[in-house]
């Protein structure tokens, strides 16, 4: 499948925007606004410093039917400028936002447009300030940028949109590069799968794109003997998840479909961050926008890996983070909980912690901690299989919600009601 290109040039007609990149400019920004409220909700916080680097940022606006809506250049920085301004007005103390941001794009036509439209928005008088524009590769731009950040002082708190065209313009050593030398990078970065699939041939990891991503050769062949497009999504996702995990020096990532209604073939907006909470509030944002995102795997834990005796051809009815996602994912939740509890404590006697126990299988799941609790708390409450202890090890009162620190531990007798296969 060709990937639809955009053009922006002064004095011509603006591109038109399909739903699904609506859908994800609402991510960035919903992103953004939950980032900046978490990190700074201690109230003695004065300041955040963070920047914002959209390294394919194109011209910033589009035409969708008959009204003109912001490219990913205006929602970051009007979704900055929201979440700052209501902390400004939240907070007793004074609080600061220190916010750069850098809109990288390799066509000089899409950076004059999108100068234009800065300079013609809310934000003009922060362009050559706040704000920067380069024209070039965003591979040739990063070093640089990383250094940039770096300077600003030791959090190194970033946000990187990535919003490629196919899927190799940006290299898995260039991701590596971001891990590898800022303390607190996130990276999200949209890939197209289905572009990779149609192309895939015996050659493609020797080309410059197979190289950037530094693909298998091996992966060409169990592609080919899949047969329908939801196995062969689900094996690129499989194998391509041990691999980002290998090769990108993140730690934690959500791998989610984005659907495209109009083209109907959807893309991956992958999210790798190094903290167990970031990943925590994408995979939320998921369940808040559902029906935009899609999984080709499982509910529950262990959904995202490449299991070779499943039968990826058989048709599944799709994960959409919807009423019958939850549902299930709560079902499966309960279902695999007391396993994964037993195999992760060192003896039957000693409790798991339940933010270890999340964050050891949080990549392999699209479970948010908020329904591994739910799942804990039925376990505890309905089906008598488990016991909850605070921190201290106190028994956790029944009606409280519960804490990252909170400790599980299997009772000795699995219940009657889930014996007899309920
Ligand atoms: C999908 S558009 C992105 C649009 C923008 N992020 C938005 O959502 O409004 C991709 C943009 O990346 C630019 N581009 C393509 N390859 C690039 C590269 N290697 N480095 C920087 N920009 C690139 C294209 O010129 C195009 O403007």
Redesign the pocket.
């Known amino acids: 499948m060709a990937?639809k290109?955009?053009?922006?040039k002064l004095g011509q007609p603006l591109p038109k925007?399909g739903t699904h990149?609506i859908a994800?400019?609402d991510v960035?920004a919903s992103y953004i606004e939950r980032y900046i409220n978490i990190l700074s909700s201690n109230p003695r916080r004065r300041e955040l410093n963070l920047t914002v680097v959209?390294?394919?940022?194109?011209?910033?606006a589009?035409q969708n039917g008959s009204t003109i809506v912001?490219?990913?250049?205006l929602?970051v920085l009007r979704a900055v400028k929201a979440a700052a301004v209501g902390l400004t007005m939240t907070r007793q103390n004074e609080f600061a936002m220190r916010a750069q941001f850098f809109f990288?794009?390799?066509?000089r036509e899409?950076t004059e447009f999108l100068s234009h439209e800065l300079m013609n928005s809310e934000f003009g008088k922060d362009v050559g300030n706040s704000i920067t524009i380069l024209t070039?590769?965003?591979?040739?731009?990063s070093t640089e940028i990383i250094r940039a950040i770096k300077a600003r002082g030791p959090s190194h708190r970033s946000l990187f949109?990535l919003?490629?065209?196919g899927w190799s313009?940006?290299s898995f050593a260039t991701i590596r590069e971001i891990f590898a030398d800022l303390r607190n990078p996130e990276v999200l970065i949209?890939f197209s799968v289905d572009s990779l699939i149609d192309y895939f041939s015996d050659a493609t990891a020797r080309t410059m794109g197979g190289q950037a991503i530094e693909l298998d050769p091996a992966m060409g062949d169990v592609i080919r003997a899949l047969k329908t497009e939801q196995g062969q999504r689900q094996v690129i996702q499989g194998m391509l998840y041990k691999h980002i995990i290998c090769s990108t020096g993140a730690d934690y990532y959500t791998p989610f479909f984005i659907r495209s209604a109009d083209s109907r073939r959807s893309y991956w907006l992958l999210h790798l961050s190094k903290h167990t909470r970031a990943r925590d509030e994408m995979a939320r944002l998921h369940w808040s926008m559902s029906n935009v995102f899609v999984h080709p795997g499982d509910a529950g834990f262990n959904a995202l890996g490449f299991d070779p005796s499943i039968n990826l051809d058989q048709a599944k009815l799709e994960f959409d983070f919807g009423v019958d996602a939850r549902k299930d994912s709560l079902a499966a939740a309960i279902d695999q909980l007391p396993r994964l509890v037993r195999d992760d404590a060192p003896d039957a006697a000693t409790p798991v912690t339940i933010g270890d126990l999340f964050r050891a299988h949080c990549n392999e799941t699209p479970l948010t901690f908020d329904l591994v609790s739910e799942a804990i708390v039925q376990l505890r409450d309905a089906y008598s299989e488990i016991d909850v202890f605070t921190e201290d090890g106190r028994p956790r009162p029944a009606a409280k919600a519960l804490s990252w620190t909170d400790q599980v531990r299997n009772r000795p007798q699995k219940s009657f009601i889930r014996k007899l296969g309920r």
Request: proline share 2%; net charge negative.
């Open positions: 990937v290109h955009y053009d922006w925007i990149s994800k400019h960035f959209d390294g394919f940022c194109g011209g910033g589009y912001a490219g990913s250049p929602r990288i794009d390799k066509r899409h070039g590769l965003f591979e040739e731009q949109f919003d490629q065209y313009a940006v949209t």
